[in-house]
């Protein structure tokens, strides 16, 4: 590897770093927290908790035709 490159390929690590560095963390366990609340404040809207109407289901079984 020439110099040139590895000098380029340093540079782009730095920024990357430099990114990195900027961004907001917070602890895991606000995280968790905030996570688990917004859980069940959407519990109610949630198809895989409370089901979807027989009506409304996009993955409803077709019905064959009576006339066939």
Do not use: T
């Not at 590897?1 to 560095?21: F, P, Y």
């Amino acid at each position: 590897m020439s110099s040139g490159a590895s000098v380029s390929a340093l540079q782009r690590l730095v920024e990357q770093l430099k990114l990195e560095a900027g961004v907001e963390r917070i602890k895991v366990s606000q995280a968790a927290a905030e996570l688990q609340q917004y859980c069940m404040q959407n519990a109610c809207k949630d198809a895989l908790l409370v089901g979807v109407p027989a009506g409304s289901n996009p993955f409803q079984e077709p019905r064959s035709c009576a006339l066939l």
